[in-house]
């Protein structure tokens, strides 16, 4: 089974700008995540979606949203970058409603970088 | 929300020592997990723990569930080069079922 892929993996934009992030997850799993990574704070939950829904979301201003498409692959979206949004961006996708639901696997992330 | 203490934050070994690093919470988890992580990387899982008490090993590497459901341990033995990197220790919070990590155990192994 092919892993967690995510596109691009590293991006370069300037502050103002927008970006999107594309995530497919593994094959058969329906739940995909996205997670903020900076050297200070650690992994932070962006938010979770599950056939198409949002599930869950974390403490992030409306700048960031995602959404799934029917196949399970997930983009999230950054408008208006700020310097503080550069971060590694970490997909990762669990099988929801298996006796294994928690097992979460992580794609190699998005560096974006905003000059 | 519900939070993951880890500890220590960082860690400096020789190579061949055991090391050994806790997770814990002021709530009560279902499931814990450890991931390691390699630098410019996504967390890789392993080893993912499901009830009070248990005890589950992947190669060098052991891992426990706390009885009390607040903590877990994970242990690597005989610790070789290919061990650094960064230790997470994460779960499911009970409200919603996100799971949320630790900041994280960063490994260091002198030469």
């Known amino acids: 089974k092919a892993g967690v892929t995510q596109t691009p993996r590293y991006l370069i934009k300037t502050r103002g700008q927008q970006v999107t992030l594309s995530c497919s997850p593994i094959?058969?799993?329906?739940?995909v995540s996205w997670y903020q990574q900076t050297p200070g704070q650690g992994l932070q939950f962006l938010f979770e979606?599950?056939?198409?829904?949002?599930?869950n979301k974390g403490n992030f201003p409306g700048r960031f949203s995602g959404r799934q498409f029917s196949n399970s692959r997930s983009e999230m979206n950054v408008s208006t970058l700020e310097l503080g949004d550069s971060a590694l961006y970490l997909c990762?996708?669990?099988?929801?409603?298996?006796?294994?639901?928690?097992?979460?696997?992580f794609g190699p992330g998005t560096r974006l970088t905003v000059l | 929300g519900q939070q993951l203490n880890q500890s220590p934050q960082s860690m400096f070994i020789q190579e061949g020592e055991d090391v050994s690093m806790n997770c814990t919470s002021s709530s009560i988890f279902n499931t814990w997990l450890w991931y390691k992580q390699d630098p410019g990387e996504g967390p890789v899982l392993l080893i993912a723990l499901y009830k009070a008490g248990e005890l589950t090993s992947n190669g060098r590497l052991t891992a426990q569930f706390g009885i009390t459901r607040k903590d877990s341990f994970l242990n690597i033995s005989a610790s070789i080069p290919s061990d650094v990197g960064i230790y997470f220790c994460a779960g499911p919070e009970y409200r919603d079922d996100k799971i949320i990590f630790g900041k994280g155990t960063r490994l260091h192994i002198l030469p």
């Open positions: 990762a996708s669990r099988p929801l409603g298996s006796p294994t639901q928690n097992e979460q696997f």
């Open positions: 094959s058969g799993h329906r739940s």
């Open positions: 979606y599950f056939s198409e829904t949002q599930r």
